[in-house]
């Protein structure tokens, strides 16, 4: 079984200010980690992918993640914020030959002037 | 190139009808999932289907079924709809076979049961 958790629902940030959503997941395979974007009424969008290569990975729109084995973290960051970025973000993770995703509750950012 | 599309944007059906979702997957892709994202909430696996079966079937009743077509193309079909049911549902494709399991997204479908 896999299973994803991302700590806070709801993160504001300033413009230009660090971003740092974070994902910690669970799975008995070595996994596969996704960030997805999601803006208003609209569908997902992938923003980087972890699939066992280099552990720093970099995405879309400036954001980049890190995979930390011992940490069970894939937790994604931007240097700094834009008015852009608001938008709900999902964690997910899929392992072994199930291609099925399975998200995390998502965090809604908030990026204020 | 066309991404994934799905229809119509938006439904609204009575408690007890029956409701039939339609997605065209990314041209060039072969495999299709479907996910049910209740308000405030991630997406939740439904079901996947390959070579027009169902492959892999998340935590659904099976008032929840579906249907793939030669052309890949793919229909979610879910029968006496309960208030509960009451979401958005994404379809989503990919070419199985392919490493990374990346899948494209459609921009949903709205459904609300009253």
């Known amino acids: 079984a896999q299973s994803v958790t991302q700590l806070g629902s709801h993160v504001s940030v300033s413009e230009g200010a660090l971003v740092l959503l974070r994902c910690n997941y669970s799975?008995?395979?070595?996994?596969?980690l996704f960030w997805y974007v999601q803006y208003p009424n609209q569908g997902l969008q992938l923003l980087l992918k972890y699939t066992s290569a280099a552990t720093l990975v970099k995405g879309i729109n400036g954001f980049e993640a890190e995979f930390k084995k011992s940490e069970t973290s894939f937790h994604l960051t931007k240097p700094s914020a834009h008015m852009s970025d608001a938008a709900e973000y999902f964690c997910?993770?899929?392992?072994?030959?199930?291609?099925?995703?399975?998200f995390g509750t998502g965090t809604r950012l908030q990026v204020t002037l | 190139d066309a991404g994934v599309t799905q229809s119509p944007t938006h439904l609204i059906k009575t408690r007890g009808q029956q409701v039939t979702l339609r997605c065209s997957p990314k041209?060039?892709?072969?495999?299709v999932s479907w996910y049910q994202q209740a308000l405030g909430q991630g997406p939740q696996f439904i079901f996947q289907?390959?070579?027009?079966?169902?492959?892999q079937r998340g935590n659904f009743p099976d008032r929840f079924s579906g249907h793939q077509f030669p052309n890949y193309s793919s229909e979610l079909n879910v029968n006496a709809l309960l208030l509960g049911d009451s979401a958005l549902y994404l379809c989503?494709?990919?070419?199985?076979?392919?490493?990374?399991?990346?899948?494209?997204f459609g921009p949903g479908t709205r459904l609300t049961v009253t």
């Open positions: 041209s060039g892709h072969d495999t």
């Open positions: 997910a993770v899929g392992t072994g030959t199930a291609s099925k995703l399975t």
């Open positions: 989503a494709s990919s070419l199985r076979g392919l490493i990374l399991y990346e899948q494209y």
């Open positions: 289907y390959y070579e027009e079966e169902e492959r």
């Open positions: 799975s008995s395979v070595p996994p596969y």
